[in-house]
């Protein structure tokens, strides 16, 4: 059995909105926007490089309805890079890619074969001996197993299957196309490329089961290193897997232990360590950074009333540090008081009535009715873009209608500018 290699990609999200930017920093934003292009390009850059003999892509090509139809247009152009080189394509449409009616009508590249959504098949490629088994998804919300229906493997050939499921739901994405590793391993293949679990991980060797993650990460829930696969076959064996990193940006969470700080210049201190780490861990790309901020503190309540100026500090590092090397999405406050509820409530001053009040909305059925009934209405005018990816934990619980975490939220921070407050005059 000949020897080969080949490009094993999927979820490349073409176009997606990047979530969680700011237009304080345009430029930056605009390269974020750009980032899952760019990715792609440099995908087909190292197809080309290394004279692979195909690309496989396990689907969600796009990320739904086009904004700009250049977005097709975009995925041609490269497709065409690939034509000229002599190098096929191999494609399925995931749920994202069935979601857009312009999917089936983008006329691509004759390079480009692209799997049924009607039944599982099979593709053959001249002068080598692999066979590639794949199916498309007709709608969004594959419910069915689609295993089963997958061709048997053919005799004296390296088979492949291409497939985009949720395999049981892994990594909390919804489980379409459902199925079980067992039962990817039994069919007989000797490489399943994957798609729709934006982390990559081989599941499997020999045969190998693998999901080869998202292209690019595109926020704060997808964060580190970002690839696509290239793998190495010899004498009809899978010899090697190598990464293959083209992501231009990439996303982390930063922890901040601001136990030991004594005034804001620690904190300030802390984070500018905490941003040059993900900068360095970005290895020469973009950083997009949240910083969370940790530990015990009598800064807590100060830090809790002063969201802007943290965030307006750490910008300014990253500003520092060189606009082309990081951003700065978002801080998160997660630090603890000294003084915890239970001390409070004992306290004769203001802070003490307020602890009081707050105990007592938490637990008065008239007080709770009430709040529901307002902010349901105002979480239901949400668009639904921000209802599905909401992460801030009050937005989250008043979209959820979680209203003791909403009523606690709500007053930590009322308690936090008091204090603020108080302890600035």
Same mark, same amino acid.
């Given at each position: 059995?000949?020897?080969?290699?080949?490009?094993?990609?999927?979820?490349?999200?073409?176009?997606?909105?990047?979530?969680?930017?700011?237009?304080?920093?345009?430029?930056?934003?605009?390269? @974020?926007?750009?980032?899952?292009?760019?990715?792609?390009?440099?995908?087909?850059?190292?197809?080309?490089?290394?004279?692979? $003999?195909?690309?496989?892509?396990?689907?969600?090509?796009?990320?739904?309805?086009?904004?700009?139809?250049?977005?097709?247009?975009?995925?041609?152009?490269?497709?065409?890079?690939?034509?000229?080189?002599?190098?096929?394509?191999?494609?399925?449409?995931?749920?994202? $890619?069935?979601?857009?009616?312009?999917?089936?009508?983008?006329?691509?590249?004759?390079?480009?074969?692209?799997?049924?959504?009607?039944?599982?098949?099979?593709?053959?490629?001249?002068? @080598?001996?692999?066979? @590639?088994?794949?199916?498309?998804?007709?709608?969004?919300?594959?419910?069915?197993?689609?295993?089963?229906?997958?061709?048997?493997?053919?005799?004296?050939?390296?088979?492949?299957?291409?497939?985009?499921?949720?395999?049981?739901?892994?990594?909390?994405?919804?489980?379409?196309?459902?199925?079980?590793? $067992?039962?990817?391993?039994?069919?007989?293949?000797?490489?399943?490329?994957?798609?729709?679990?934006?982390?990559?991980?081989?599941?499997?060797?020999?045969?190998?089961?693998?999901?080869?993650?998202?292209?690019?990460?595109?926020?704060?829930?997808?964060?580190?290193?970002?690839?696509?696969? +290239?793998?190495?076959?010899?004498?009809?064996?899978?010899?090697?897997?190598?990464?293959?990193?083209?992501?231009?940006?990439?996303?982390?969470?930063?922890?901040?232990?601001?136990?030991?700080?004594?005034?804001?210049?620690?904190?300030?201190?802390?984070?500018?360590?905490?941003?040059?780490?993900?900068?360095?861990?970005?290895?020469?790309?973009?950083?997009?950074?949240?910083?969370?901020?940790?530990?015990?503190?009598?800064?807590?309540?100060?830090?809790?009333?002063?969201?802007?100026?943290?965030?307006?500090?750490?910008?300014?590092?990253?500003?520092? @540090?060189?606009?082309?090397?990081?951003?700065? +999405?978002?801080?998160?406050?997660?630090?603890?008081?000294?003084?915890?509820?239970?001390?409070?409530?004992?306290?004769?001053?203001?802070?003490?009535?307020?602890?009081?009040?707050?105990?007592?909305?938490?637990?008065?059925?008239?007080?709770?009715?009430?709040?529901?009934?307002?902010?349901?209405?105002?979480?239901?005018?949400?668009?639904? +873009?921000?209802?599905?990816?909401?992460?801030?934990?009050?937005?989250?619980?008043?979209?959820?209608?979680?209203?003791?975490?909403?009523?606690?939220?709500?007053?930590?921070?009322?308690?936090?500018?008091?204090?603020?407050?108080?302890?600035?005059?």
């Amino acid at each position: 059995m000949s020897s080969f290699r080949f490009i094993h990609t999927a979820d490349i999200h073409l176009d997606s909105p990047m979530r969680g930017l700011s237009e304080d920093v345009p430029e930056v934003a605009e390269r @974020l926007r750009l980032a899952t292009r760019e990715a792609l390009t440099a995908l087909v850059d190292a197809a080309i490089e290394r004279a692979v $003999d195909f690309v496989v892509i396990a689907g969600d090509v796009y990320d739904g309805d086009w904004r700009d139809y250049q977005t097709g247009v975009f995925f041609v152009r490269q497709m065409q890079r690939l034509a000229a080189a002599a190098i096929p394509v191999y494609l399925i449409h995931g749920n994202h $890619d069935a979601q857009n009616q312009m999917t089936r009508s983008l006329r691509l590249p004759d390079n480009v074969q692209t799997f049924s959504a009607e039944a599982a098949e099979t593709r053959t490629i001249d002068g @080598l001996d692999i066979a @590639l088994h794949g199916a498309s998804y007709a709608e969004r919300a594959v419910t069915d197993n689609l295993v089963p229906g997958y061709p048997e493997p053919v005799a004296d050939a390296f088979n492949i299957g291409v497939l985009h499921t949720g395999l049981g739901g892994r990594g909390g994405h919804e489980n379409y196309a459902p199925c079980a590793l $067992d039962e990817l391993t039994a069919k007989g293949y000797d490489y399943w490329a994957l798609g729709h679990v934006h982390g990559a991980e081989v599941l499997a060797e020999h045969p190998h089961v693998v999901f080869s993650g998202n292209l690019q990460g595109r926020s704060i829930r997808e964060t580190g290193a970002k690839s696509a696969y +290239e793998v190495i076959v010899e004498d009809g064996r899978v010899a090697e897997l190598r990464a293959l990193h083209c992501d231009v940006a990439r996303w982390a969470e930063q922890t901040v232990d601001v136990a030991a700080a004594e005034d804001f210049n620690d904190v300030f201190g802390a984070m500018r360590s905490a941003i040059e780490a993900g900068v360095e861990a970005a290895e020469g790309r973009l950083a997009a950074i949240r910083l969370r901020l940790t530990g015990t503190t009598p800064l807590h309540d100060r830090l809790l009333a002063s969201p802007d100026m943290l965030l307006a500090e750490a910008r300014t590092t990253a500003a520092g @540090l060189g606009a082309d090397s990081v951003y700065i +999405e978002k801080i998160k406050l997660a630090t603890d008081p000294e003084q915890d509820a239970a001390t409070r409530r004992t306290r004769a001053d203001a802070l003490g009535e307020l602890q009081r009040l707050l105990d007592e909305a938490s637990n008065d059925a008239d007080i709770r009715e009430m709040i529901e009934k307002d902010v349901r209405r105002l979480a239901e005018r949400l668009p639904h +873009e921000i209802r599905e990816h909401a992460d801030d934990p009050l937005l989250r619980a008043a979209i959820d209608g979680d209203t003791a975490t909403l009523i606690d939220g709500a007053g930590d921070y009322l308690l936090a500018r008091l204090a603020a407050e108080d302890n600035a005059s």
